[in-house]
């Protein structure tokens, strides 16, 4: 029976995708995870299925670890696809999106109780190629430029995933268990190319750039397991990959502490920037995911504190992942039909779960991971602290670009879409009090209140600037040096505006000079004769790249 279900975790989601066009398709797809729950729910931890004839021998189990990414994914891909099914009912494109999701489901669910190398490539892979089919299909111009953009990014990723896989077997004698890969440190390249890999998936600084676009566009219910389980592969890449508690894993364990706390600040200062709620959740989860990336470099940089330190950070994984993809629902339930109150009650908490404000999943989540610190670790407590407190005010940012949605009603909201987004709300709201402590309960007090109290104030301040500056009482010319004064800084104020504007509009004509250049000479390259000599082109390219990374491989050992 659990071999059964173990294959059914990858089974059932591809055999489902060949229906996807059949009547009543729509409610396949609330089928495809449910073996995934049951696993999780009832097979013992270790237990495995071995297919030594498939490929390099195929492995599946379930230890702890797989466990709860199994738990958290399953049920967002439950949630996602009741969501679909009934926001997607009149879409015609409906059996399209459904084949991908489910196409992404395999991958996604079958990584996870992936054992060796080979298949959690396979399913890393089916997942990542999925995903451009959900990104892509509005069918809108912006959602192909940025489905063009994660695709390369993907691909690359994939291809330095390839290269790593390729050395770790050729290391182990064609070995692919992750029993035996763990058992010794890859080399330092093989390190680098794990780290670049999965790093993409993670979106870390640099690494980013195919996010916020990919999370603007994509469909209410894809965004939400993109958000909330996809990414999240690229830190159980890391965690099969590169066992913590090596000590040759030391210094990239300090690596990774650099790219971790650079991604928290980084998303939060350019969060902040955003005038969209969906970029500035994107951002929001480049940051969530520097916090994930900075315990990751914890467990590697002090070894002997890594079993503690991994269990927080998959815990923290569980929380961000729930309620990451509940902000994505319930903020396609606003773009869909407005902000109601009962909608925006609900957001509210989401939002404060995010930051990590007492009684929430995000209070326990951070009071697990700061506890697990080793004492050398310390200024990693006022890092969190301060992550805390951007997060808060990044949700303060977020909360008050949705209430200027609040008017826009486009159509109703169907009656799946609605439960599937309180369930997962409520999910988020019941399970902490089924496993935290009181005091894990009340972490966070001092950096969440001092976000809400500065949001407070930065909004207030804003509200007397408007009324201010709208307001057009009538002085008199007395001529003072006060009025005199001010008559000078306002006349300096407009001339400085006079500049800019004319800075401006040059630079804008400038810009349109060189982008009609450029797509003049684009629409050139892309003639109808030249289509089909274009495609081989960048294979061959791709196949080059791939063969000067093996040639390096081998001409190295």
Excluded at 152 to 162: D, K, N, R
Aim: aromatic share 10%.
């Amino acid at each position: 029976m659990n071999s059964f279900l173990l294959l059914m975790i990858w089974l059932l989601p591809l055999t489902l995708a060949l229906l996807a066009g059949q009547r009543y398709a729509s409610w396949i797809t609330i089928i495809a995870p449910l073996p995934a729950l049951v696993a999780a729910a009832v097979v013992p931890v270790d237990s495995s299925i071995s297919l030594p004839w498939l490929l390099l021998g195929v492995e599946l189990g379930l230890d702890d670890t797989g466990r709860v990414f199994l738990l958290f994914s399953g049920l967002l891909w439950l949630v996602a696809s009741l969501y679909a099914a009934g926001s997607l009912a009149s879409d015609h494109k409906a059996t399209r999106f459904r084949i991908f999701f489910l196409l992404a489901m395999a991958g996604n669910l079958g990584l996870i109780v992936a054992q060796d190398a080979v298949s959690f490539y396979l399913g890393f892979t089916l997942m990542g190629l999925a995903a451009y089919g959900l990104i892509v299909h509005p069918a809108s111009q912006h959602a192909r430029w940025a489905a063009r953009r994660y695709l390369v990014w993907t691909i690359a990723g994939e291809m330095l995933l390839f290269v790593a896989v390729v050395m770790l077997a050729a290391q182990h004698s064609g070995v692919v268990s992750f029993s035996v890969l763990q058992s010794s440190p890859p080399g330092g390249f093989t390190v680098l190319l794990l780290l670049i890999g999965f790093g993409i998936k993670l979106a870390l600084p640099g690494l980013h750039l195919w996010l916020p676009q990919a999370y603007a566009v994509t469909p209410t219910p894809a965004v939400a397991v993109l958000s909330g389980a996809m990414i999240k592969a690229g830190l159980l890449g890391w965690l099969r990959f590169l066992p913590p508690g090596d000590a040759a894993l030391v210094n990239w364990g300090q690596a990774l502490l650099v790219a971790g706390i650079t991604g928290i600040c980084f998303g939060a200062i350019a969060g902040l920037l955003q005038r969209r709620p969906r970029l500035l959740l994107g951002y929001s989860s480049i940051s969530k995911m520097g916090v994930l990336t900075t315990g990751m470099g914890a467990a590697l940089a002090w070894p002997e504190t890594a079993p503690v330190i991994m269990v927080a950070v998959v815990i923290y994984a569980a929380h961000h992942a729930l309620v990451k993809g509940a902000l994505f629902l319930g903020l396609g339930l606003v773009e869909r039909n407005g902000l109601r109150p009962w909608v925006q009650a609900g957001l509210v908490f989401l939002a404060l779960s995010l930051a990590g404000a007492p009684l929430t999943s995000g209070a326990v989540a951070k009071s697990v991971l700061t506890a697990s610190l080793p004492q050398g670790a310390q200024y990693l407590l006022y890092l969190l602290a301060v992550s805390a407190f951007a997060t808060t005010l990044l949700m303060a940012r977020f909360l008050f670009l949705v209430w200027k949605q609040r008017g826009s009603k486009t159509s109703p909201l169907p009656v799946e879409s609605c439960i599937a987004w309180l369930m997962l709300l409520a999910s988020s709201a019941v399970v902490p009090f089924t496993i935290a402590e009181a005091d894990q309960l009340m972490a966070n007090v001092v950096p969440v209140f001092l976000g809400v109290l500065l949001s407070a104030v930065v909004l207030l301040a804003a509200g007397r600037f408007v009324v201010r500056a709208t307001s057009h009482t009538r002085r008199p010319a007395t001529g003072g040096l006060d009025f005199r004064s001010r008559h000078a800084i306002r006349g300096l104020a407009c001339r400085l505006a006079s500049v800019i504007e004319t800075v401006q509009s040059a630079s804008r004509n400038h810009y349109e000079r060189v982008r009609k250049a450029v797509e003049n000479r684009m629409s050139v390259m892309r003639r109808p004769g030249d289509s089909n000599e274009c495609w081989p082109l960048a294979g061959s390219l791709w196949l080059a790249i791939a063969g000067l990374l093996l040639a390096g491989f081998l001409f190295t050992r």
